[in-house]
């Protein structure tokens, strides 16, 4: 359905736009659902409607790794929120940010930014998405005995406020937590519940992403073939949604099968490649970095040399 006919569908309140949105944003729908949410702006709106909606235009530029127009939307919303003393908001708009900053490698930042935030917050859904983007930088310092209470933390709070779609993407950021440390038989049992919960709430990216998630752990598990059938799935998702980091988390994921099923470096070192450019592209750091060791590695690897993964 085209935007056009997305506007027809939605009826002429704010609300319904933020609604709408929200639909398509989970399902992957990023062009659609930034039309909404412009909409919104658009219409006569309250002033929480358009804090909202700035908020959800910045996320949607975030996953599109637009990180000007991101924090541009983000700082909007922060300074209508703290002008109309809307604590809960604010915090939210914030935790954009941090999400952003995080994908950008710079944790220290995000955390600082995170733990203003979570001052701010009032409501137990705003303080278990800070949560999680604290309990996510905790984890890429392999620091997993904190990384793992702020995960708990944040399912409690997801779980008293209902907020169900908070609750996918916990469980499954939970889940690569457990993969991180070296636990994939924990982390296909967390996310064996985020694939059950996404699916029924159609939360598509979030589904695919923990469907990702689940096919590192098969590699890990030496089920190459189990992880191929979903690797196969999430990537043609996440091109079709224009999703560049995803994208390159799964060619990163073919290039470890390569290598360990059939020993195929010339295949890795395509995939490591490819993904690395992706990365690039999209300003990720911490991924572009890790994807630089793993083509050092198998290269020397193709050539009989030796190399250690940090």
């Known amino acids: 359905m085209d935007p056009t006919s997305e506007r027809q569908h939605a009826t002429s309140t704010p609300r319904a736009y933020l609604d709408r949105g929200l639909q398509l944003e989970q399902a992957g729908a990023l062009e659609r659902a930034l039309e909404m949410y412009r909409q919104v702006l658009a219409q006569d709106p309250s002033v929480t409607e358009q804090i909202e909606a700035h908020i959800r235009i910045a996320r949607v530029h975030r996953a599109a790794t637009a990180w000007g127009k991101s924090r541009a939307e983000s700082s909007e919303a922060i300074r209508l929120a703290e002008t109309a003393g809307v604590d809960d908001l604010a915090a939210e708009a914030m935790n954009v940010e941090v999400g952003a900053l995080q994908m950008r490698g710079s944790f220290d ?13 009032r409501s137990p859904r705003v303080r278990g998405i800070i949560l999680q983007n604290l309990g996510r930088s905790a984890a890429e310092r392999r620091d997993f005995e904190t990384s793992d209470r702020y995960f708990s933390e944040s399912v409690e709070a997801f779980r008293g406020a209902g907020y169900e779609i908070g609750l996918a993407v916990a469980l499954t950021n939970a889940a690569k937590a457990a993969l991180d440390r070296g636990d994939p038989h924990r982390s296909l049992e967390i996310g064996q519940e985020a694939i059950v919960l996404s699916r029924r709430l159609n939360a598509l990216d979030v589904l695919l992403t923990a469907v990702q998630n689940q096919a590192a752990a098969f ?10 059938l979903l690797l196969t799935e999430a990537l043609g998702h996440f091109t079709s949604a224009r999703n560049y980091l995803r994208q390159a988390e799964c060619l990163e994921i073919m290039g470890q099968m390569s290598e360990s099923g059939s020993g195929d470096h010339d295949t890795a070192i395509r995939c490591y490649s490819r993904a690395r450019d992706l990365a690039r592209g999209a300003g990720d750091q911490t991924l572009y970095d890790r994807l630089t060791r793993r083509l050092e590695m198998a290269r020397a690897s193709r050539h009989g040399g030796n190399a250690a993964m940090p």
Do not use: I, P, Y
């Open 109 to 121: 930042q995000a955390d600082n930014m995170a733990t203003r935030a979570l001052e701010l917050a």
């Open 219 to 228: 590699v890990e598990l030496g089920n190459l073939d189990d992880a191929e």
